[in-house]
């Protein structure tokens, strides 16, 4: 069985500090991957997907940026954290080639303050 | 531009009744409809998903009604149970170039009183 495994469960970090939040999934050769970002109270945007190690697009410019260092392993980062960062990061998975049910991680809550 | 629209916004149902929460698209090349529910401080778990191949999907209690020609679609939750007292988000998906990508729209959080 498949297993979504997100780091760190929580994190508080200052204003114009660095982020790395990561993602590793088990059991699920070559899968998509993505990151979303959920405000507090609010819905779901969906902010990269992966479809291949070192390939990342993105789907909404909020000055974060990804990456996918290996097959496994998803890895959302920025260089400095604004006030508005501040959310729950969920990673999702789901097969590739055309699979759309995406199974999401248990999350990282971020607060920036 | 909200491309999926969820109403209501909130809905309180007493154990047993029907809830019925509902969600419209605008892109006609929408081809994936998901549903997923979210319990407080916890991640979104998917509970059941439509293609337009079908009018209709059930699991148990949960059922979707998909209508193609007026692009709605709708949750019914039979016999609802405290238990079921969540966030649900509807989303929608293009499987175009395999992006994945999901638009969700902006969730109803139902109460189902015991």
């Known amino acids: 069985a498949q297993t979504i495994h997100q780091w760190p469960v929580a994190e508080i970090k200052a204003v114009g500090s660095p982020l790395s939040l990561g993602c590793t999934i088990k059991?699920?050769?070559?899968?998509?991957l993505y990151w979303y970002w959920q405000a507090t109270g609010g819905t779901l945007q969906q902010l990269f997907y992966?479809?291949?190690?070192?390939?990342v697009e993105s789907v909404v410019q909020l000055n974060l940026s990804a990456s996918r260092p290996k097959d496994d392993q998803f890895i959302l980062s920025t260089e400095k954290l604004l006030l508005s960062h501040s959310g729950f990061y969920l990673c999702a998975w789901s097969l590739t080639g055309g699979g759309y049910e995406q199974y999401f991680g248990p999350g990282t809550r971020l607060t920036v303050l | 531009q909200q491309q999926v629209r969820q109403s209501p916004q909130s809905l309180t149902v007493w154990e047993g009744e029907t809830a019925i929460l509902n969600c419209s698209y605008e892109?006609?090349?929408?081809?994936?409809f998901p549903w997923y529910h979210q319990f407080p401080g916890e991640s979104p778990a998917l509970l059941i998903a439509i293609r337009p191949v079908s009018n209709k999907k059930e699991d148990g209690r949960f059922t979707i009604f998909f209508n193609k020609r007026e692009k709605k679609f709708s949750l019914h939750i039979a016999d609802s149970q405290p238990g079921d007292s969540a966030t649900y988000f509807c989303?929608?998906?293009?499987?175009?170039?395999?992006?994945?990508?999901?638009?969700f729209g902006l969730g109803t959080t139902l109460q189902v009183q015991p």
């Open positions: 992966s479809i291949t190690v070192g390939q």
């Open positions: 892109d006609s090349t929408f081809d994936y």
């Open positions: 989303a929608a998906s293009d499987g175009a170039g395999n992006t994945g990508k999901l638009i």
């Open positions: 059991g699920k050769s070559s899968p998509n």
